[in-house]
């Protein structure tokens, strides 16, 4: 059922037009005045809106301007009078999808709504298209204009036909997945699998069960055989997320299936051959582990044939906002919703806050503010209360501008949520890295690193 608002001063005239629409399988709500017009198209989205030329506050072509950047999707067709067609013609050039004039000739009004309704549905239509086909390039965010956005694309184009191993590095929410995608898919093998696995979520008895697979009968709960995930990206393309998280001897077993080429399921007798090609990720200095002895240099040199550091979102500055308008067509989608943009307060928080979950926590900044925002465009009521009232420390730094830099800013504000965290789930380290959504390795170093007490 399509939604019109009525805004004409005549009550009587008003009352009639609802019937008469509602009988048509509108539904109608009508105001009185430009300004409760204003506020009712601020409370909810209508398909079209009714307005007559001459209303009491102000008339209706300085409406129609307003509404437009309220929601500028929602066609509005001007009421006017016979000696003011003049008036019309300027509403048409200021936005208004039509004119009719009075008295209103019904089958005329009915006409001239319908043709706006399909007009608009059909650039939905064609928008929701070119969406899907956008939100198809699993790499679309990643294409910046920032100098290390575009870094980042060479090598990905540079790496991605051969069959080199490839390291991944970055902080948590930088995309590396997307990168891994992306070297897949640009590469001979984009017509076979692309299997990932998170190794922060594999403890070391699930390991070889999970990478090599099993045999029926082989351990306690291996009621049925199982294909590992080298098996299941023969062909193509394995993915291993967080790779510093395994074990000295989990390393062991992944080094002896990337050089031979073979694996054995747990409880098997003979060996497979495979054809996968290695990506890895990590946020951790893979070279320092080496050195500290928890990563063996052996897999560390068969892993990294090249390696691709993914810049955080700190270094991408100008590329926030081209991804804020991504993120913004992704939710508007997603949730079925008709957000236009962002008002010059959010654009200012989105340009100055020092995103210390990346990519990952803009799109879920986006992604909320879409879901909450009550008009057409997303305010700074619809941020979360920690850009928009962050803690002490950050406004310090983003008043001190001259004395610090944005690194600093960030690992300011991440010591201090990590400490809240701690808190609140009284130092409970599990459930504190479920709630940051980092594993236990990487919250133990964070804290061992910002010297955080508890």
Known sequence: MYKVLIVDDDPTFSLMLKSFLGNKGFEVKEVYSAASALKAAGEQTFDIIL????LPDFDGIELIDKLKKINPEVPSILMTRYGDIRSAVTAIKSGAFDYITKPVNPDELLLVINKAIEKTQAKKQKTVSAI??????????LKGKSQPSVLVEQYISLIAPTDMSVIIQGESGT???YVARMIHFKSPRKNK?????????????????ELFGHTKGSFTDA????????QLANGGTLFLDEIGNLSYENQLK????TQERKV???????DVDIDVRIIVATNEDLTASVQKGNFREDLFHRLNEFKINVPSLRQRGEDILEFANYFLEMSNLELQKNISGFDNEVVEKFLYYPWPGNIRELKNVVKRGVLLATTGILTKAELPSEMVSPPGLINLELKSAATTDLKSIAENQEKTTIANVLKQVHYNKTKAAQLLNIDRKTLYNKIKLYGIEG
């Open 51 to 54: 307005t007559d030329l001459r």
């Open 132 to 141: 899907a086909e956008k939100l198809s390039d699993s790499s679309a965010y």
């Open 175 to 177: 995309g590396k997945e």
């Open 193 to 209: 699998p692309f299997v990932a696995v998170d190794c922060g979520a594999l403890s070391n008895e699930l390991f070889g069960s």
């Open 223 to 230: 009621h049925v055989e199982k294909e590992g995930q080298f």
């Open 254 to 257: 992944l080094l002896r299936a």
């Open 264 to 270: 054995r399921k747990i409880g098997g007798t003979k």
